[in-house]
């Protein structure tokens, strides 16, 4: 199977598994649909993965581009105005974002704020009219998952959440792999994301801001693979949570493992932390394996199977992701990583911290 049906087919599972009604695309500018014009992208937000990762992917982008801002900062807006040749009027501050309902040189708000401002950005977006890519983890809690599915379908504007690695080869080739039983049914699943992090002042580090730690910042990438290794929800959970420095993790997780059973029998073993870096996905199914180390962050991504050495092109994440979706507003279809996959997360990871409150296997 080639990468490019590999993709579609893979976005027709997206499709199948969120049954959301299917919003119209009356929003969208509607030179979009004519001709080869690129769709007119805001990023809301401007700090790192905003401006080295974002603004440089949307550079490369074939269907989408930048076209404007929101940020808090005056300086900020006046670098990126004269770097990215924006328009003044595609400019916007937290306070008068919500005016952007009368820009129709805007197609799509991209919010890449800490975790717990997610849900209102997302929800104002969705307000003034506007599709919206939220980035990981979608929200601090199930709940407001929900909320900001509402107000999108309420709305009706599309909602997809920054997962970028379903638009990346090698994911898609682990996701083959354990969906289509390329090698049997897949019986363990090993996930593990973590990195070391710094600045003991940042946001990542408060509960207000990020909902919680490492589990909430790179654990939903291994919850994440457990789900699209099996194709499965999974039903129980079972936690463990270590912490080595108390006063800088005084607020947040540190470091957590945790184990999901899913209804085939398939179970996964995963690992987040804050304490150093690990990133690998590893399928093990009845007739062979898959393994991608480095797995999850921004790349070369790596892998292998029983059967030898994988070699597939090493992407920009972002700009696959980006394109991806601007593909699906233009051809109206659900974006495979719609609201309903963060909701399914943020619905593991609220049971992983309840199994580690109270100690016990804890039904999802
Ligand atoms: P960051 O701290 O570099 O940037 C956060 C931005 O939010 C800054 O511009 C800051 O000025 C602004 N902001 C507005 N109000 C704020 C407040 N009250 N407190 C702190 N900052 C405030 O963070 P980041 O690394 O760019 O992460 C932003 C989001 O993107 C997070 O949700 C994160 O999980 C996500 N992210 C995703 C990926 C990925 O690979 N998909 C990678 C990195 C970050």
Redesign the pocket.
Known sequence: MTTVSRRKFLSRIGAGTALLSVPSITSLSSDFFQGEKKLNIALV???????F?LATALQETKHCQLAGIV???AA?AEKWKKQYNLSEKNIYN?QTFDRIADNKAIDVVY?????S??HEFVIRAAKAGKHVIC???MAVSVKECQEMIDACNKAKVKLAI???LHSEPYTQEAMRVGQQQVFGKVKIVESSMGFKIGDPT???LKKS?AGGGAM??VGVYAIQAARYSTGEEPLYVTAQEFKTDPVKFKEVDETIFWQLEFPSGAVANSQTTYASSMERLFISAENGWLELRPAF??GPIKGRTSQGELNLPNVN??AMQMDDFALCLKENRESPVNGEEGLKDLKVVEAIYKAIATGGKVKI
């Open positions: 937000g401007l700090g790192y993965y905003s401006e990762k940020t808090g900062t900020k937290y919010v890449a704020l800490p975790n401002m997610h980035e990981k983890p920054g997962y970028r940042q946001w990542r801001m909430m910042d962050g921004y994440h972002q």
